[in-house]
């Protein structure tokens, strides 16, 4: 059984440009979460996907949005970056809701 | 809303020294608690959780929390660490419901846990 993986695991982009960070859930997991964790913070919310129908959102602009597939998979799409969205972007499976989440290694952005 | 905080950023401690981090948490409701530890470079791996029963819960690695309702805390303790314990600790709660929205985990600032030879 593989885990949460999450591609790419670095990535540089220039303010202005647009993003994809993609997650693949753990095997038989319908529900996927993604956090930003700036340095030297804890993670943050920013929505949850629920067979594929956002289920909830954390305090993040529009230009944050994201998308689950039929096979659950999941990705985040980032518009306009901006210096302050330099972060490490979580994804966290969980078999349905109100169950555990199991994290992957994370989607390390810089923007400069 | 719910909020969690930890209130030490950094503990430095000796190795096979015992160890407590402090997380205190504000909800209105129940919720769900839980510790993860972040190795450098690395996501999230969940160390122990309270959902109910047994207010002392054991987890992976040696790790002990105790939830005391009528404090709002959950603290984490190892009685003897290691060097290979040096890592990130984060302490986070979630609603104890399935409404829409509730299922997020709020994580404390975490604890950067230092152990010295």
């Known amino acids: 059984e593989t885990g949460v993986t999450q591609s790419p695991t670095h990535l540089i982009k220039t303010r202005g440009q647009q993003v994809t960070l993609r997650c693949s859930s753990q095997?038989?997991?319908?529900?996927v979460s993604w956090y930003q964790q700036a340095l030297g913070q804890g993670p943050q919310f920013i929505f949850q996907y629920y067979r594929e129908e956002e289920n909830g959102r954390g305090n993040f602009p529009p230009r944050f949005s994201g998308l689950q597939f039929p096979n659950y998979s999941s990705e985040l799409n980032v518009n306009a970056l901006e210096l302050d969205d330099s972060a490490l972007y979580l994804c966290?499976?969980?078999?349905?809701?109100?169950?555990?989440?199991?994290f992957g290694q994370g989607t390390r952005l810089t923007v400069v | 809303a719910q909020s969690v905080t930890q209130l030490d950023s950094q503990v430095p401690v000796f190795e096979e020294a015992p160890v407590e981090l402090r997380c205190n948490y504000s909800s209105s409701v129940s919720v769900y608690l839980f510790w993860y530890v972040q190795y450098p470079n690395q996501g999230l791996q969940l160390l122990l959780k309270y959902l109910s029963g047994s207010t002392l819960v054991k987890g992976i690695n040696g790790f002990e929390a105790e939830f005391n309702k009528s404090q709002t805390s959950f603290h984490l303790r190892k009685p003897s660490v290691h060097i290979s314990d040096t890592a990130e600790y984060f302490c986070a709660v979630k609603l104890n419901s399935i409404i829409q929205g509730a299922q997020k985990l709020v994580f404390g600032q975490g604890t950067r846990l230092t152990i010295n030879p």
């Open positions: 095997s038989g997991h319908n529900t």
């Open positions: 966290a499976s969980s078999l349905t809701l109100n169950t555990e989440a199991f």
